[in-house]
């Protein structure tokens, strides 16, 4: 489903150069480093359809692929999507399969877009859940571009934040258990002293390769975070949106962004505070 020529079509023709144009006054205000999606209501988009639920996430995946396009021509730095929660394996095996062949799907035609617009893709996540050939062609795709900084990619797949931050916590303690220091102490005034502190934690953190995010959109009319992202977006723009994912374009996306440019003031404020 997902092309090389799908692509060409988004980079090229009329509708580009007028949303080239629309961006460029869009430029004007300030741009969000990081956006983030949680790209919820694919099966509602196939019932409102009458299509099968499979093809609702071919559409979904079509829409990502738009997404990051746009965000590339706009001037986001940083896009993440959550793909697949841990909690994801819970659903129909069939389901399970088709977000899976889509992630292999993706990781052929992103080597392909990585090389053309020097994209670094980086996969966040427990991955030792995937099988064995989508890890390896993940771990691939993360190493052939680690050294592009264009624009960042984060597929989070088999990803939850408290995953994440059990993740980190761990490797907080093995580091410091190879550096042959404890996991608590005391510092010379006798006073208690944590050994693990917030930057350890950060350091091996699945999200560390991006700043926090500037926007975090949900589309389907929901207001949950559903376990994405919590630790990196205390001070984030949440925007609700009620379209479901196949059908966020890029009104959708000047929408949200005019709407970070007018509370951007607010958030620049409360960062300072952090
Ligand atoms: C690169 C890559 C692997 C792309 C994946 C494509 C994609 C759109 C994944 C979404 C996964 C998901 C479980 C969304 C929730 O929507 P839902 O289907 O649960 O929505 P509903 O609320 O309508 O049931």
Redesign the pocket.
């Known amino acids: 489903m997902l092309r090389e020529d799908i692509i060409i079509d988004i980079f090229s023709g009329w509708r580009s150069f007028l949303r080239k144009c629309l961006f460029r006054v869009l430029r004007v205000g300030p741009i969000p480093s990081h956006i983030a999606v949680i790209?919820?209501?694919?099966?509602?988009?196939a019932k409102k359809k009458k299509i099968d639920d499979m093809t609702?996430?071919d559409a979904?995946?079509l829409a990502?692929l738009h997404l990051i396009i746009y965000c590339m021509e706009l001037g986001v730095k940083y896009v993440t999507?959550y793909?697949?929660s841990i909690d994801?394996f819970r659903r129909h095996p069939e389901e399970v399969q088709k977000?899976m062949d889509?992630?292999m799907e993706?990781v052929m035609l992103l080597t392909w877009i990585s090389k053309l617009r020097l994209v670094r893709v980086h996969f966040a996540g427990n991955l030792q859940l995937l099988s064995a050939d989508i890890q390896d062609a993940a771990k691939r795709l993360m190493e052939s571009t680690a050294g592009y900084n264009n624009f960042v990619l984060t597929?989070c797949?088999c990803y939850t934040c408290s995953d994440e931050i059990l993740h980190a916590v761990e490797e907080s303690c093995k580091e410091k258990w190879d550096d042959g220091i404890g996991i608590m102490g005391y510092d010379e005034g006798n006073d208690y002293e944590r050994l693990i502190k917030v930057v350890d934690i950060e350091k091996h953190m699945y999200m560390a390769i991006a700043p926090d995010p500037d926007i975090l959109i949900r589309t389907?009319g929901e207001y949950r975070l559903s376990n994405f992202l919590i630790w990196q977006s205390s001070c984030c723009h949440l925007s609700s949106l009620g379209t479901?994912?196949p059908e966020f374009g890029m009104f959708h996306l000047v929408w949200v962004v005019l709407d970070f440019q007018q509370n951007y003031r607010y958030f620049a404020k409360k960062k300072l505070q952090l």
């Open positions: 790209m919820d209501g694919n099966r509602r988009y609702g996430y979904g995946a990502l999507a793909a697949f994801n977000i889509l992630t993706s597929i797949i389907g479901v994912w």
